[in-house]
């Protein structure tokens, strides 16, 4: 039987760099650095000094103000985005089977500054008098469940939690769900908030976090004096459509998903395998998924988080599938500008990719200085950079060992 294709209708983001996709993809074309010291708390008793928040986020401009009071930020900024996709994606509810229209959502960790707050109020007052909405507020899985109850989806609704690599996934899994004929169309991504002083110190207290005083010298993929990431925050929300189902509405097209890819490493908790064979296995299964030649490929989202074990085994697990074509590959990290969003961040950056290649316009891996002869592609240092490309992959990695890959085709009619 034939497969279904899929297409990408509708985008919302809310990052570090905007407040909507057209402000953030501006801003990562110019090289926009999303990266300042903490607002959000305090932090001049810890080591981490530096993070990508959401600057002046205003979720009333979406929710009222008792639903603000009931949701964490994470679900917030889920929310945000998701009424940016699903307005862009002018599906019309009232005509559509709301049965056949699903959420993939993912978060990393979900409700952070909610349950650091719970728990000062637990150690103060007693832990029976913290918020009955304490537990809607934590849980991952509430920004979908939210985004399902606000639009009257009735499809599946799920949330993968594959730490860093969950908001590939949940856009990988709502590809397959449609392709394989389980709905028509998906509200699918990422969110996180996790920058806290309890989230900070515990990235920092397992070496994860760059402690770089200044913003240009943090979160520097690939560079050879990158010391660990830099915390990001924000959601992207993605609207994937069965492609006849789109066409009969007259709806705009974005770019068309075409593979998915998805493993593990089973090697440590933490630590990426530094061989990148099964990173490289993920890549390569999504290729097949795809049914393309990795020649095809003309540009990487890659995961690039600027940490030492990451950038050099992504660099590894590249050369293993693209072989001499590895070093025509364009191959950048926006999280140079966007620091690192966990749950979130594959999301966005499948955002990126499919504007990429909508636009011929490849942005680049900013603050680069000193070249490291582990990391050495082509990694668009500095410049964005025009250029036509038909085929995309972003890639992500997450603690566990989890691996997504996604590939993206430019839609040409």
């Given at each position: 039987?034939?497969?279904?294709?899929v297409?990408i209708?509708?985008?919302?983001?809310?990052?570090?760099?905007?407040?909507?996709?057209?402000?953030?993809?501006?801003?990562?074309?110019?090289?926009?650095?999303?990266?300042?010291?903490?607002?959000l708390?305090?932090?001049?008793?810890?080591?981490?000094?530096?993070?990508?928040?959401?600057?002046?986020?205003?979720?009333?401009?979406v929710?009222?103000?008792?639903?603000?009071?009931?949701?964490?930020?994470?679900?917030?900024?889920?929310?945000?985005?998701a009424?940016?996709?699903?307005?862009?994606?002018?599906?019309?509810?009232?005509?559509?089977?709301?049965?056949?229209?699903?959420?993939?959502?993912?978060?990393?960790?979900?409700?952070?500054?909610?349950?650091?707050?719970?728990?000062?109020?637990?150690?103060?007052?007693?832990?029976?008098?913290?918020?009955?909405?304490?537990?809607?507020?934590?849980?991952?899985?509430?920004?979908a469940?939210?985004?399902?109850?606000?639009?009257?989806?009735?499809g599946?609704?799920?949330?993968?939690?594959?730490?860093c690599?969950?908001?590939?996934n949940?856009?990988?899994?709502?590809?397959?769900?449609?392709?394989?004929?389980?709905?028509d169309?998906?509200?699918?991504?990422?969110?996180?908030?996790?920058?806290?002083?309890?989230?900070?110190?515990?990235?920092?207290?397992?070496?994860?976090?760059?402690?770089?005083a200044?913003?240009?010298?943090?979160?520097?993929?690939?560079?050879?004096?990158?010391?660990?990431?830099?915390?990001?925050?924000?959601?992207?929300?993605?609207?994937?459509?069965?492609?006849?189902?789109?066409?009969?509405?007259?709806?705009?097209?974005?770019?068309?998903i075409?593979?998915?890819?998805?493993?593990?490493?089973?090697?440590?908790?933490?630590?990426?395998?530094?061989?990148?064979t099964?990173p490289?296995?993920?890549?390569?299964?999504?290729?097949?998924?795809?049914?393309i030649?990795?020649?095809?490929?003309?540009?990487?989202?890659?995961?690039?988080?600027?940490?030492p074990?990451?950038?050099?085994?992504?660099?590894?697990?590249?050369?293993?599938?693209?072989?001499d074509?590895?070093?025509?590959?364009m191959?950048?990290?926006?999280?140079?500008?966007?620091?690192?969003?966990?749950?979130?961040?594959?999301?966005?950056?499948?955002?990126?990719s499919?504007?990429?290649?909508?636009?011929?316009?490849?942005?680049?891996?900013?603050?680069y200085?000193?070249?490291?002869?582990?990391?050495?592609?082509?990694?668009?240092?500095?410049?964005?950079r025009?250029?036509?490309?038909?085929?995309?992959?972003?890639?992500?990695?997450?603690?566990?060992?989890?691996?997504?890959?996604?590939v993206?085709?430019?839609?040409?009619?």
């Amino acid at each position: 039987m034939e497969k279904r294709r899929v297409v990408i209708t509708g985008m919302g983001a809310v990052t570090p760099l905007g407040h909507t996709v057209s402000e953030t993809w501006e801003a990562a074309r110019a090289g926009v650095c999303g990266v300042a010291p903490i607002t959000l708390y305090d932090a001049s008793s810890q080591k981490v000094s530096l993070a990508a928040e959401v600057k002046n986020f205003d979720p009333t401009k979406v929710l009222d103000k008792k639903e603000v009071r009931r949701m964490d930020r994470f679900s917030q900024f889920a929310m945000y985005a998701a009424a940016e996709a699903m307005a862009d994606s002018g599906l019309d509810l009232e005509r559509e089977d709301t049965a056949r229209i699903g959420v993939c959502v993912s978060s990393g960790v979900g409700g952070m500054q909610t349950f650091q707050n719970s728990c000062e109020v637990g150690e103060s007052r007693g832990f029976d008098k913290v918020s009955p909405f304490f537990i809607p507020m934590i849980i991952a899985n509430l920004a979908a469940g939210r985004i399902a109850i606000r639009y009257g989806l009735h499809g599946m609704c799920t949330c993968p939690v594959t730490a860093c690599a969950g908001g590939s996934n949940a856009v990988g899994d709502a590809f397959h769900y449609i392709r394989d004929g389980y709905a028509d169309a998906m509200v699918s991504g990422g969110a996180e908030a996790t920058i806290t002083s309890l989230a900070i110190g515990g990235f920092t207290s397992m070496s994860a976090l760059t402690t770089a005083a200044d913003p240009k010298r943090a979160s520097i993929p690939f560079d050879k004096e990158r010391s660990g990431f830099v915390m990001g925050e924000g959601a992207g929300i993605l609207v994937l459509e069965e492609l006849e189902h789109a066409k009969a509405r007259g709806a705009k097209i974005y770019g068309e998903i075409v593979g998915y890819g998805t493993n593990c490493d089973a090697h440590h908790i933490t630590a990426p395998d530094p061989t990148g064979t099964w990173p490289a296995a993920c890549i390569q299964q999504a290729l097949s998924d795809a049914g393309i030649a990795p020649e095809q490929v003309d540009y990487v989202n890659a995961h690039g988080t600027s940490t030492p074990l990451n950038d050099s085994g992504e660099t590894a697990a590249l050369k293993k599938v693209f072989g001499d074509h590895a070093g025509k590959l364009m191959v950048s990290s926006t999280k140079s500008m966007t620091g690192h969003m966990l749950g979130a961040g594959g999301a966005v950056e499948a955002i990126f990719s499919l504007l990429a290649l909508k636009d011929g316009f490849v942005p680049a891996t900013i603050n680069y200085q000193v070249p490291d002869p582990a990391c050495d592609l082509d990694i668009v240092p500095n410049q964005g950079r025009e250029a036509d490309i038909k085929y995309a992959i972003s890639d992500s990695l997450g603690f566990g060992g989890h691996n997504a890959c996604l590939v993206f085709h430019k839609w040409e009619g």
